[in-house]
Each structure stands twice: as structure tokens, then as C-alpha cells.
């Protein structure tokens, strides 16, 4: 069985090259961006237009049809030179949404600056900024929509009245309206941002555990089928032992074929004796022999691998009926072995001297303990342990936080429950309703 270490540092590895090529490529693509931009200069153009010749307010309608112009032209100039379905890194991105943000302060420069009810549209660039983009990126932005809302809140041209002059806003309501503003750029980028990034996180973690899962059911098919070659092979290697015996007592020992003869033998011996050993021990295959086992036979098959992992420390593995009933008999669950071989390579790298993993079970319900006798849990760490990308480790050898987070997300898949907690050390319990628990099939699907 391959757990803990090689799957997290695989997770860990997937989840730096798909950050990294996120980073590189970007979220965007050109098409999406060149689509957004030809809909807000459309907007900018009717609304000047309709103003100007449908309200007959007078404005300058050449300054602000430059305005557009110059984005309308810049539009154009990037469809020319990507290709619609390219990606725009995070520096290019920031760099055109900041070129929309000043565009559309040099607009409302011309059209009223914070007078204008269309104020409210500098918050745009900021939004998409803070959906796509990096923190600092998001805080550029940030930054460049509060310096455009101030400098509109001095100077601009008048919005145009009927007649010109007839409605003054007062200053504390200017003040009112920057400050507003401001705020909301703030509070609007950083909740938006936050709530992105989680589901960014979210999204590359179940694509880690997928990829951990998908691999472990491979090598328990592997498995299976390394159990089915033994027993199919069996008969035709007998045959070819059986006509090689004959063949050397048939011929000389002087002939030239007596030595390739023995060499016959001698290898189909030991295939023989290699696949005995894959029908005796198929779990070294990735598999265990029986479709359905106890349960704290499926327990030590995915402790195993972990067992004189730290030569120091001791892993111990009991049984706990509750009541009389019979030990559960499941099937042998990927997801199980791959969790649960997680949790207790967690434990046994943290512990001092001991682990100890606790099968328990009554006619309702299942229950594994897995108990070290390490530093236990940090606090801060206890209310948020099991999302992803938390860890005491992060940062170390590839630890990113992803191990509790896969498991606890392939034992849910089961139907369990898990709890973390310190008892004199780390403790984590899973617990299933026996039935949902003896009701899981072995799925090979790798979905």
C-alpha cells in the first residue's frame, strides 16, 4: 500500500503546479474581457447620446466621445493582438482594468465627477479585480479608484442642469458621498476577493483529492488483477514445469540442450514461487485478497505501511465491541484505506513514543480512535482543522494542509463523521452508522 506522505506531497505538488500555471496563464480569457469592455463602452457611448440629444443637457460631447474613443480603440488594439480563447496573466489584466478605471474617471471628470449618478460604475473594475485577480494586484486597484474618486470630489466639470447652476449639492454631502465610496471599494474588494479565493482553494483541493483517490483505486485494481494473473497463470506454468522435468530426463546429460533445459526449470520455479507469493500476500499489490473484511482488518491494512515508519515509535491496533454483535465486515474501500492510512501516518510524526488506534463497534454504530501521544492539536488550529490549506507544517517539505482535508472529504464520501480534539495528545475519531458503514461497495470508477 503507498498512503500519507507520497499521496500528500503529491496533493501538495498538484495543487504548486496548478497555482503556478493559474499564475502563468491567468483566469481570464481575452475573449471574456474584450466581450465586458465592448458592452461598457456601448453603455458610455448611449448614455452620452441620450443625455446629450434625447434629454438636451448640454455637455461636451467631443471631449467624451475621445474618452471613448480611447478605449473603444484600446478594445480593438487587444483583440487585434490575442487570439479570443488566450488567457491574460495577472499583471496584464490589472494593467487593462486599471486603463478602465482612469478612462472612466476621465468621463465623469467631464460629466459632473461625484455628482454623477453613474459614480457608482468606478466600484466595476475593483469588483472584477477582486474576482480574478491577486491580493496585491486587487490592492492597486484599490488604491488607484480611491485616488480617482478623491480627485473627482475637487475638481470636475459641472453635472448640466435646467437652468445651469438652479441645484448645488452641499460639501458635507460631497464628503458623505466620497467617503461612501471609498469604503465601499474597500469592504466590496476584500469580501469579494476573500470569498474567491475560498472557493479557488476549495476547487484545487477536491481536484487534489480526486487525484489522490483516483490513484489509489488504481493500485488496488492493480491489485486485483496481480491476484487474478497468479491464479490464471497457475495452471499453464505447471504444464511448462511439467514438460521441462520430462524433457531433462529424457535428455543426456552430455547433450547441448541439458544445460538450457535446467535453465527451463530453474525459471519456471521461480515464477512459480513468485506468483504463490502475489495469491498469498496480494495486499503488497495494492489490494487485499477478500472483496469483503472486518473492519479492523481493513484498519491494519492501511496502517501497515506506517508500521516501523519511525523506528522509536509504537502502533497499536485494538479491538472494542461495545456489545455482543459481530464485527462489521465492509468492502475494501479506497477511499477508507487511503484516509484513514493519512490520519495515522499524521499520528505517527507526531507522536513521542506510542499510537494508538481503536476499532470499536455495537449493532449501531462504527467507530475508529486514533489516539498519539504527541503535542496534540494546536487551539487556533482546532476550529478551522480540516479545511484545506491548513497546517502547523505548511511550508515544510511540501506539507500544505491538504492530508486531514483529503481525508476527512473521502471519509465523508462514506457516510462518516469525524471529530478532532486532544486527550494527551492528538485524538481524531470517525465514526459511521453500521449500516451505511457495511452498506459501502468498492468502487473502481475513480469518480
Known amino acids: 500500500m503507498m498512503y500519507g506522505k507520497k499521496f500528500r506531497s503529491q496533493a501538495a505538488s498538484f495543487s504548486d503546479r496548478r497555482r503556478s500555471a493559474i499564475a502563468r496563464m491567468g483566469r481570464l480569457r481575452v475573449g471574456t474581457l474584450i466581450l465586458i469592455r465592448w458592452i461598457a463602452i456601448g453603455g458610455q457611448a448611449m448614455a452620452i447620446l441620450l443625455v446629450r440629444f434625447g434629454m438636451g443637457y448640454e455637455l461636451p460631447v467631443l471631449a467624451c466621445a475621445t474618452a471613448i474613443g480611447v478605449s473603444a480603440a484600446s478594445n480593438g488594439w487587444l483583440a487585434a493582438r490575442r487570439a479570443p480563447r488566450a488567457r491574460l496573466g ?5 494593467l487593462v482594468l486599471g486603463f478602465d478605471l482612469l478612462q ?3 468621463l465623469l471628470f467631464l460629466t459632473g465627477g461625484l455628482h454623477n449618478p453613474f459614480i457608482i460604475l468606478i466600484l466595476a473594475p475593483v469588483t472584477v479585480s477582486a474576482t480574478i485577480l491577486s491580493r496585491n494586484a486587487t490592492a492597486t486597484l484599490v488604491g488607484l479608484a480611491i485616488a480617482s474618486i478623491s480627485a473627482l470630489s475637487f475638481w470636475h466639470l459641472p453635472l448640466p442642469w435646467d437652468p445651469p447652476g438652479s441645484f448645488v449639492q452641499p460639501l458635507t454631502y460631497v464628503l458623505g458621498l466620497w467617503t461612501g465610496l471609498s469604503v465601499a471599494a474597500v ?4 469580501y469579494v476577493w476573500s470569498v474567491a479565493e475560498e472557493a479557488r482553494s476549495m476547487s484545487e483541493a477536491f481536484a487534489a483529492t480526486r487525484q489522490a483517490l483516483a490513484r489509489e483505486q488504481r493500485f488496488a485494481a492493480v491489485g486485483g488483477l496481480a ?3 497468479a491464479h490464471e497463470l497457475g495452471s499453464p506454468l505447471a504444464t511448462i514445469a511439467v514438460v521441462a522435468g520430462e524433457l531433462a530426463r529424457a535428455a543426456p546429460s552430455d547433450s547441448q540442450f541439458a544445460e538450457d533445459v535446467q535453465l527451463l ?3 519456471s520455479n521461480r515464477c512459480r514461487d513468485i506468483l504463490a507469493e502475489l495469491s498469498r500476500h496480494p495486499g503488497k499489490m495494492g489490494s487485499l485478497p477478500f472483496k469483503h473484511v472486518p473492519l479492523s482488518a481493513l484498519i491494519e491494512e492501511a496502517a501497515k505501511p506506517h508500521d516501523g515508519s519511525r523506528g522509536n515509535i509504537e502502533l497499536d491496533i485494538e479491538c472494542d465491541p461495545k456489545d455482543e454483535s459481530s464485527e462489521p465486515e465492509i468492502a475494501c474501500s479506497p477511499e477508507i484505506l487511503l484516509a484513514v492510512g493519512t490520519l495515522i501516518q499524521n499520528a505517527v510524526q507526531f507522536a513521542h513514543a506510542k499510537v494508538e488506534v481503536t476499532v470499536t ?4 454504530e462504527s467507530e475508529i480512535s486514533i489516539l498519539d501521544d504527541g503535542p496534540g492539536f494546536a487551539q487556533d488550529l482546532l476550529a478551522v482543522i480540516g479545511e484545506p490549506y491548513v497546517s502547523s507544517r505548511r511550508g515544510e517539505e511540501g506539507h500544505m494542509g491538504l492530508g486531514i482535508f483529503i481525508a476527512q472529504t473521502l471519509l465523508e464520501r462514506t457516510g462518516a463523521t469525524m471529530s478532532f480534539g486532544n486527550n494527551d ?3 481524531v475519531v470517525i465514526r459511521w452508522p453500521r449500516a451505511m458503514l457495511e452498506a459501502i461497495e468498492n ?3 475513480g469518480d
Open 187 to 190: 469592504f466590496i474588494s476584500a
Open 425 to 427: 495528545g492528538a485524538e
Open 227 to 229: 491476484a487474478a494473473a
Open 90 to 94: 495577472d499583471r496584464e489584466t490589472a
Open 443 to 445: 468502487d473502481d470508477s
Open 361 to 364: 463497534w455495537s449493532a449501531e
Open 265 to 267: 526449470i530453474s525459471q
Open 104 to 106: 472612466l474617471a476621465a
